[in-house]
């Protein structure tokens, strides 16, 4: 059983920078597909980042957040972090990280775990 706990959210400006993190506990995220995704108010959830298997270092993103957020993993494989720079508005939502084995699962919006998610809030 995989138990995924989100940390990290809040309120920043336009143009600010948040860090969110997701700790684990059970097996080593190193084992597991890993990815971010959020819901904004009455939007359907989407997929922000994945990034599959420890070893594989293959990553995935959105296009709305392309060259603004990076997905990693903590060194002991414990945590993974969604970095988030030049924040808008419209990236104001709910974040919730997932865990699937498959990595295509998780880039198509398709996971087995998911945290209870934080909310962002970027004000203009």
């Known amino acids: 059983q995989v138990q995924l706990l989100e940390s990290g959210g809040g309120q920043v400006q336009a143009g600010g920078s948040l860090r969110l993190s997701c700790a684990h506990s059970?097996?080593?995220?190193?084992?597991?597909?890993v990815g971010w995704f959020r819901q904004a108010p009455a939007k359907e959830r989407e997929f922000v980042a994945g990034m599959s298997r420890s070893g594989g270092s293959v990553t995935k993103y959105a296009d709305s957040v392309k060259d603004r957020f990076t997905i990693s993993r903590g060194n002991a494989e414990h945590t993974v972090f969604l970095q988030k720079n030049s924040l808008k508005p419209e990236d104001t939502a709910v974040y919730y990280c997932?865990?699937?084995?498959?990595?295509?699962?998780?880039?198509?919006?398709?996971?087995?775990?998911w945290g209870q998610g934080t909310q962002v809030t970027v004000s203009s």
């Open positions: 059970g097996p080593t995220f190193a084992l597991y597909a």
């Open positions: 997932a865990a699937e084995f498959s990595a295509e699962g998780i880039f198509k919006g398709s996971a087995a775990y």
